[in-house]
């Protein structure tokens, strides 16, 4: 080749190697919705996990994935029009968690795929027609499939702290299935031979108040709902916990890392790391209905001896090593 062939051989390499990168952009650029309940600081360890696992299967921020995150900032009544307005944004598919925020979707649209990071008892929720076939535009992971697993918090309480023989649930009546979990504890109640009473909040304004009734109501034990309303205040609801005198269990370990006594249930951080899964094999063409809900497998156990010390308790020494996380 000559000196003029070469350099024009170069020049065209030259001109020619951008047109690649110039056809990236229009690669599909997916828009996702993320949906809860509570505040981007207290559920930021959750947004964190979903796009870490969407990252690992190669969906990057401002790339080729764009979030739409909606916040409800603790109040449950603004999740229908929050729902509403990712709807109208026409988002490829929406990722949500908790029950209140799943009925929002569910109300809001029938045709955009959701994925549920985190549900209770979806089926009896009617949330989905089976594990195995959800149907519809609705998939994902339940971090527990069937109220009575609640029973099982109960009775680690119990083990915890013997003379336990009067539990208030604190719970929200609201969301979609909460009735279910409210009657199979106190069914485990009664085979335990405790005594059930519940107080009802709707809010994080009525949290003293449900505080101040169990101890009028003379409580000795607490099993606090997994529910936004407490989720979204938990280090305030562990607070008044301690200052009540009344040893708690919780559904997930972010209660007792924010001073909780203990807690039993699935990794719910892990869980949205998982949705992730379900994001991509929609976005690639599956459908909703045909993709079974993951149950969990894995139950962990967080047991927080500095509250155990705090409430001048002694916790077994059994049940502590059988404790998946110590905190001391």
């Known amino acids: 080749?000559?000196?003029?062939?070469?350099?024009?051989?170069?020049?065209?390499?030259?001109?020619?190697?951008?047109?690649?990168?110039?056809?990236?952009?229009?690669?599909?650029?997916y828009r996702i919705g993320f949906?809860?309940?509570?505040?981007?600081?207290?559920t930021g360890h959750l947004f964190k996990a979903l796009?870490?696992?969407?990252?690992?299967?190669?969906?990057?921020?401002?790339?080729?994935?764009?979030?739409?995150?909606?916040?409800?900032?603790?109040?449950?009544?603004?999740?229908?029009?929050?729902a509403a307005e990712l709807v109208r944004l026409k988002v490829d598919i929406l990722v949500?968690?908790?029950?209140?925020?799943?009925?929002?979707?569910?109300?809001?649209?029938?045709?955009?795929?959701?994925?549920?990071?985190?549900?209770?008892?979806?089926?009896?929720?009617?949330?989905?027609?089976?594990?195995?076939?959800?149907?519809?535009?609705?998939?994902?992971?339940?971090?527990?499939?069937?109220?009575?697993?609640?029973?099982?918090?109960?009775?680690?309480l119990k083990e915890a702290v013997p003379r336990i023989s009067r539990v208030t649930y604190l719970w929200n009546p609201v969301p979609p299935g909460a009735e279910a979990s409210k009657n199979a504890l106190e069914s485990a109640a009664r085979n335990l031979g405790v005594a059930f009473q519940s107080v009802e909040v709707r809010g994080h304004a009525e949290l003293e108040g449900a505080f101040a009734a169990m101890v009028r109501e003379r409580a000795n034990g607490i099993v606090v709902a997994q529910?936004?309303?407490?989720?979204?205040?938990?280090?305030?609801?562990?607070?008044?916990?301690?200052?009540?005198?009344?040893?708690?269990?919780?559904?997930?370990?972010?209660?007792?890392?924010?001073?909780g006594l203990m807690s039993y249930g699935p990794n719910i951080a892990d869980q949205?790391?998982?949705?992730?899964?379900?994001?991509?094999?929609?976005?690639?063409?599956?459908?909703?209905?045909?993709?079974?809900?993951?149950?969990p497998t894995k139950f962990e156990l967080v047991i927080n001896l500095k509250a155990a010390k705090a409430l001048g308790l002694t916790l077994p020494p059994s049940l502590v090593q059988r404790a998946d996380q110590v905190i001391e």
């Open 35 to 42: 949906l809860v309940t509570a505040t981007s600081t207290e």
């Open 1 to 29: 080749m000559n000196r003029r062939g070469f350099i024009g051989a170069l020049a065209g390499g030259l001109f020619a190697a951008p047109l690649v990168t110039v056809a990236q952009p229009n690669a599909k650029v």
């Open 51 to 82: 796009s870490e696992g969407l990252r690992e299967l190669g969906y990057v921020e401002g790339r080729n994935v764009v979030f739409e995150r909606r916040f409800a900032e603790g109040r449950q009544e603004r999740l229908p029009a929050l």
């Open 272 to 295: 949205f790391r998982r949705a992730a899964i379900y994001v991509d094999k929609i976005l690639k063409g599956a459908k909703p209905g045909d993709l079974p809900i993951e149950q």
């Open 227 to 259: 529910d936004p309303v407490t989720f979204g205040s938990r280090s305030h609801v562990a607070l008044l916990a301690a200052r009540s005198r009344l040893p708690a269990v919780y559904g997930v370990g972010e209660f007792a890392e924010a001073g």
């Open 96 to 156: 949500t968690g908790s029950n209140p925020v799943i009925a929002a979707v569910k109300q809001a649209t029938a045709t955009i795929p959701v994925v549920m990071a985190v549900s209770r008892d979806p089926v009896g929720a009617k949330f989905i027609a089976s594990l195995a076939r959800p149907g519809g535009n609705i998939t994902g992971l339940a971090n527990d499939t069937a109220p009575d697993i609640i029973g099982k918090n109960l009775a680690l």
